[in-house]
């Protein structure tokens, strides 16, 4: 007979709160460790069972089994429910497990329904790395069933309540009670009690089936003795992606030799695919290339008409009209007012809306016309500024003798020129006599511009001098010499 509540274990240790579930293999109890003010979990053998013959054996796995997961929780893992304590009471076998808060996964989907594949693959996950641990232990949970899967909050699953020694049958009972859940267990299981990791594996399949869909898998039992077959779960939730609906089918096809082998196979077929890296890129090409960008090619295409500039659409204007419309009928509206009253209001409301075209387009006219005086008035007075600023700069006293020097000889050519010129044609046309006086006219007025004379290296001697009378003149012209004398001095000078 089931313990009630508030009946006490082990001098008071624990004290029974209520029966949490019952089957055909044990009794669930949650109860309070009054040391530690802790909420705890009892779980039993069934008494009923006591007469069966394997009921020894059965206690012995019990037990075994126990120690085992007491071992596990010595290093425990976030995804597996703690064993805090083994005790026998009287006759019966005691395991303490920690209490996990929260709603499992059956009581999950009843509420809201098929779950999302983001929020039931990271739990699954997380209950499939803590079966490979038990995996690796030497256990077999075999009751991987939405029921003893505990949601804490989001994203946060714990496994919770093995199933201890279910290979054991007793003879008392039937087959249907060994499943303990149909749909989610495999037909080995049910028919010879199979421990092997396959087990595990079938019973998360079909709880993730369960989960994404909202409705139980079809048996194991069907599908092997009636030849049904299994719906797959994209067919019910299309919005699952191909990867998840494979992983389903291969965990929970009917032959355990057909399934993944091992716990970790299957969890990476829930994996997505990672994106291949790139390969590694040498120094000599991680170097930026900034290129220029293309400029706009405004030339004309021949054969190809140009493209006109997109009008402006003058929204605010077309936005305050509107306004000033609604305002208008609004007033006119609420007046009352009549037809004439009406027109008058259109005349204004047009009339005004011409006034302020015509003025942006006036303010647009002359905005343009002072940006062209101004254009204008700059381009005119930076030629003429900047010539006069270099002029203005400050000289060096040698370089401003230079330019005074420059200036009085550009003012005094062009005269000295001119006169020279005019002297030289005059004498071409008048009388030897009067010839001479203007050739020495034109001795006179070259003076100035020619350069002094340098003394001969050796001066002539007594015989080779050869003086020049005042009246003597040589010129040499155009090529020519010319040479005019007045007196017998002068023609006797060689």
Same mark, same amino acid.
């Given at each position: #007979?089931?313990?009630?509540?508030?009946e006490?274990? +082990?001098?008071?240790?624990?004290?029974?709160?209520?029966?949490?579930?019952q089957?055909?293999?044990?009794i669930?109890?949650?109860?309070?460790h009054?040391?530690?003010n802790?909420?705890?979990?009892i779980?039993?053998?069934?008494?009923?069972?006591?007469h069966?013959?394997?009921?020894?054996?059965y206690?012995?796995?019990?037990?075994?089994?126990?120690? $085992?997961?007491?071992r596990?929780?010595?290093?425990?893992h976030?995804?597996?429910?703690g064993?805090?304590?083994?005790?026998?009471?009287g006759?019966?076998?005691?395991?303490?497990?920690?209490?996990v808060?929260?709603e499992?996964?059956?009581e999950?989907?009843? !509420?809201?329904?098929?779950?999302t594949e $983001?929020?039931?693959?990271?739990?699954?996950?997380?209950i499939?790395?803590a079966?490979?641990?038990?995996? +690796?232990?030497?256990?077999?949970?075999?009751?991987?069933?939405?029921?003893n899967?505990?949601?804490r909050?989001?994203?946060?699953?714990v496994?919770?309540?093995?199933?201890?020694?279910?290979?054991?049958?007793?003879?008392?009972?039937?087959?249907?009670?060994?499943?303990?859940?149909?749909?989610?267990?495999?037909?080995? +299981?049910m028919?010879?009690?199979?421990?092997?990791?396959m087990?595990d594996?079938?019973?998360?399949?079909?709880?993730?089936?369960?989960?994404?869909t909202?409705?139980?898998?079809?048996t194991?039992?069907?599908r092997?003795?009636?030849?049904?077959?299994?719906?797959?779960?994209?067919?019910?939730?299309?919005?699952?992606?191909?990867?998840?609906?494979q992983?389903?089918?291969?965990?929970?096809?009917?032959e355990?030799?057909?399934?993944?082998?091992? #716990?970790?196979?299957w969890l990476?077929?829930?994996?997505e695919?990672?994106? $291949?890296?790139?390969?590694?890129?040498?120094?000599?090409?991680?170097k930026?290339?900034?290129?220029p960008k293309?400029?706009?090619?405004?030339?004309?295409?021949?054969?190809?008409?140009?493209?006109?500039?997109?009008?402006?659409?003058?929204?605010?204007w077309?936005?305050?009209?509107?306004?000033?419309?609604?305002?208008?009928?609004?007033l006119?509206a609420?007046?009352?007012?009549?037809?004439?009253?009406?027109?008058?209001?259109w005349?204004?409301?047009?009339?005004?809306?011409?006034?302020?075209?015509?003025?942006?387009?006036?303010a647009?006219?002359?905005a343009?016309?002072?940006?062209l005086?101004v254009?204008?008035?700059?381009?005119?007075a930076v030629?003429?500024?900047v010539?006069?600023?270099?002029?203005?700069?400050?000289?060096?006293?040698?370089?401003?003798?230079?330019?005074?020097a420059?200036?009085?000889?550009?003012?005094?050519?062009?005269?000295?020129?001119?006169?020279?010129?005019?002297?030289w044609?005059?004498?071409?046309?008048?009388?030897? !006599?009067?010839?001479?006086?203007c050739?020495?006219?034109?001795a006179?007025?070259?003076?100035?511009?020619r350069?002094?004379?340098?003394?001969?290296?050796?001066?002539?001697?007594?015989?080779?001098?050869?003086?020049?009378?005042p009246?003597? &003149?040589?010129?040499?012209?155009?090529?020519?010499?010319?040479?005019?004398?007045?007196?017998?001095? &002068?023609? #006797?000078?060689?």
């Amino acid at each position: #007979m089931p313990w009630t509540a508030g009946e006490r274990l +082990q001098a008071g240790k624990y004290v029974i709160d209520k029966v949490l579930g019952q089957g055909g293999f044990g009794i669930t109890y949650k109860a309070l460790h009054v040391e530690l003010n802790r909420t705890v979990v009892i779980k039993t053998p069934n008494e009923n069972l006591s007469h069966d013959p394997e009921y020894d054996k059965y206690i012995e796995r019990f037990i075994q089994e126990g120690r $085992t997961l007491a071992r596990l929780s010595q290093d425990p893992h976030p995804h597996i429910v703690g064993v805090i304590d083994l005790f026998k009471e009287g006759a019966i076998h005691c395991l303490v497990m920690d209490f996990v808060p929260g709603e499992n996964l059956f009581e999950t989907v009843r !509420r809201r329904g098929g779950l999302t594949e $983001t929020e039931i693959v990271p739990c699954i996950r997380q209950i499939g790395e803590a079966l490979a641990v038990v995996h +690796q232990a030497g256990l077999v949970h075999r009751d991987a069933h939405p029921g003893n899967i505990m949601l804490r909050s989001i994203n946060k699953a714990v496994l919770i309540d093995f199933g201890i020694a279910k290979e054991l049958v007793p003879k008392t009972r039937s087959s249907k009670g060994i499943a303990g859940n149909e749909g989610f267990a495999p037909y080995e +299981q049910m028919s010879r009690g199979s421990r092997e990791p396959m087990v595990d594996i079938y019973c998360l399949a079909a709880t993730l089936y369960y989960a994404v869909t909202g409705q139980r898998p079809t048996t194991s039992l069907a599908r092997k003795l009636h030849d049904v077959s299994l719906t797959p779960p994209k067919q019910i939730n299309p919005s699952i992606s191909d990867r998840l609906n494979q992983a389903i089918l291969k965990g929970m096809a009917l032959e355990p030799k057909d399934r993944p082998q091992s #716990m970790q196979v299957w969890l990476a077929m829930l994996e997505e695919p990672k994106a $291949t890296p790139p390969p590694p890129v040498d120094r000599v090409h991680r170097k930026e290339v900034v290129r220029p960008k293309a400029e706009l090619n405004s030339e004309a295409i021949p054969g190809k008409p140009a493209t006109k500039s997109p009008k402006i659409i003058p929204w605010g204007w077309l936005a305050g009209v509107l306004l000033s419309y609604l305002l208008i009928g609004y007033l006119l509206a609420a007046s009352n007012a009549s037809y004439i009253v009406w027109a008058w209001a259109w005349v204004w409301a047009v009339a005004w809306t011409w006034a302020w075209a015509w003025a942006g387009a006036w303010a647009l006219v002359l905005a343009v016309a002072w940006g062209l005086a101004v254009a204008w008035g700059l381009a005119v007075a930076v030629p003429v500024a900047v010539p006069v600023a270099v002029r203005q700069a400050p000289r060096s006293p040698e370089r401003a003798a230079r330019h005074r020097a420059s200036v009085r000889r550009r003012a005094l050519r062009p005269p000295a020129r001119s006169a020279a010129r005019s002297t030289w044609r005059a004498a071409q046309h008048v009388h030897p !006599r009067s010839r001479v006086r203007c050739l020495r006219s034109l001795a006179a007025i070259r003076a100035p511009y020619r350069p002094e004379p340098t003394a001969p290296r050796s001066s002539p001697g007594p015989a080779q001098a050869c003086p020049r009378a005042p009246g003597t &003149t040589s010129s040499r012209l155009r090529g020519s010499e010319t040479r005019v004398s007045e007196s017998p001095e &002068t023609r #006797m000078c060689p």
